[in-house]
């Protein structure tokens, strides 16, 4: 049986956990942080497009029996339409930016703590909702500020 070197589960590790510390995880199979850091832009640069969702094809719309929700449901996703415009128009807007970012940062060799990457993606999807839907809406701008508030005030050692 073939042995697995340090440097391909290093990388396996790192795609299975992309915010991992490189140092951290260099030091548990036993590689420099200098090649790790290497190692990781390989794994991440490979792993471009490996994950990407899978081109949508058209469904039948479910309708469930009235009985099962009653119209609350309908009447909720109703309203929400008209704040935020259709779920799957919104949803390929945000999730192209969101790939975006990753390929980027990837290409980059940036990586982010979960509360930073959380944030831009939560950032993105108000963004999205804005473009979408109705700009008009108070609470999507409040909330991008909020999600940049939160980190800032973390790194200024304030956590919420």
Known sequence: MKKISKSTKFMQYIMDHPTAKVGTVAKKFGITPSLGYQ????????????????????????????WAFGDYVDKTLDTRAQSYGKFKDGAALMQSIKRSMAAHAATHGKTFADDQWEALEMIVHKMGRIVNGNPDVTDHWVDIAGYATLIADRLEGRPR
């Open 39 to 66: 190692l990781r832009k390989k794994a991440l640069d490979n792993q471009i497009g490996v994950f990407a969702p899978p081109e949508m094809v058209p469904m039948p719309e479910p309708r469930l029996p009235d």
